[in-house]
């Protein structure tokens, strides 16, 4: 487990933080596929707070993209870096996620973010956020739509309807299970929406949410766990 101190000179107010997203959203890369799907590696992160304890927990957990095996698995315990402001979520978890990537033996190829990337208000989520300071291709996948709507979907498996604001189509919702309420995928960076719909469905042959969310959730929870025990 990486301890993470706050980042000097990270931002500490609202307008800072919104002027940090105005100045990177501008490095987001639309126009490139990503990797296909159950090639190479899948990385999930995923954060849990301790606000009592004013703790931050993240983990990384690489799983082979053709088995969706683990193949490795790093977490990041700090203090939260930021108040909890709608739409700025990111500033709480950026350093505790970056320190667990960073810790990983092994590229992590693919990010999946729990959280969104361009349906975001200001089109600039942690998903996009993360892959523009890394340079990774990266993906958000949403339990919600946050505050967009879509039409209503088909019941099979698969079935998707336009992620919408206004008449702008900033992500999808994605059925992932017969008859179970959908995920929302939105781009982080480096990766066409296609491609992340085909990659949320390949990473979800039995339950609704990713594998790699679902590990990286367990995980994070467990060192959140130690951290406030310790």
Same mark, same amino acid.
């Given at each position: 487990?990486?301890?993470?101190?706050?980042?000097?000179?990270?931002?500490?107010?609202?307008?800072?933080?919104?002027?940090?997203?105005?100045?990177?959203?501008? /490095?987001?890369? @639309? #126009?490139?596929?990503?990797? $296909? =799907? %159950?090639?190479?590696?899948?990385? *999930?992160?995923?954060? !849990?707070?301790?606000?009592?304890?004013?703790?931050?927990?993240?983990?990384?957990?690489?799983?082979?993209?053709?088995?969706?095996?683990?193949?490795?698995?790093?977490?990041?315990?700090?203090?939260?870096?930021?108040?909890?402001?709608?739409?700025?979520?990111?500033?709480?978890?950026?350093?505790?996620? /970056?320190?667990? @990537? #960073?810790?990983?033996?092994? $590229? =992590? %190829?693919?990010?999946?973010?729990? *959280?969104?990337?361009? !349906?975001?208000?200001?089109?600039?989520?942690?998903?996009?956020?993360?892959?523009?300071?890394?340079?990774?291709?990266?993906?958000?996948?949403?339990?919600?739509?946050?505050?967009?709507?879509?039409?209503?979907?088909?019941?099979?498996?698969?079935?998707?309807?336009?992620?919408?604001?206004?008449?702008?189509?900033?992500?999808?919702?994605?059925?992932?299970?017969?008859?179970?309420?959908?995920?929302?995928?939105?781009?982080?960076?480096?990766?066409?929406?296609?491609?992340?719909?085909?990659?949320?469905?390949?990473?979800?042959?039995?339950?609704?949410?990713?594998?790699?969310?679902?590990?990286?959730?367990?995980?994070?929870?467990?060192?959140?766990?130690?951290?406030?025990?310790?």
């Amino acid at each position: 487990m990486t301890t993470v101190r706050i980042p000097a000179g990270w931002p500490a107010t609202e307008e800072q933080a919104r002027a940090v997203q105005d100045e990177l959203r501008e /490095r987001v890369v @639309l #126009d490139e596929p990503g990797p $296909p =799907p %159950g090639t190479g590696r899948v990385t *999930g992160v995923d954060v !849990a707070y301790d606000d009592e304890r004013d703790l931050v927990a993240a983990a990384a957990v690489v799983l082979d993209a053709a088995s969706l095996e683990v193949v490795a698995e790093t977490t990041a315990v700090g203090r939260v870096s930021f108040p909890y402001v709608p739409g700025l979520l990111a500033f709480r978890e950026l350093p505790t996620v /970056r320190a667990a @990537l #960073d810790a990983l033996p092994c $590229p =992590p %190829g693919l990010v999946v973010c729990d *959280g969104y990337g361009l !349906a975001h208000p200001r089109r600039f989520g942690l998903a996009s956020h993360l892959g523009v300071l890394t340079g990774l291709p990266t993906i958000g996948v949403a339990k919600n739509p946050f505050t967009f709507s879509h039409d209503e979907l088909a019941t099979p498996r698969g079935s998707t309807a336009a992620l919408l604001a206004g008449d702008e189509e900033v992500g999808r919702a994605l059925r992932t299970r017969e008859g179970v309420k959908p995920v929302y995928v939105s781009v982080g960076h480096r990766v066409s929406l296609d491609n992340a719909c085909a990659h949320v469905l390949h990473l979800t042959p039995r339950y609704r949410l990713p594998e790699t969310t679902r590990h990286a959730d367990a995980l994070c929870r467990k060192a959140l766990r130690e951290a406030a025990d310790a």
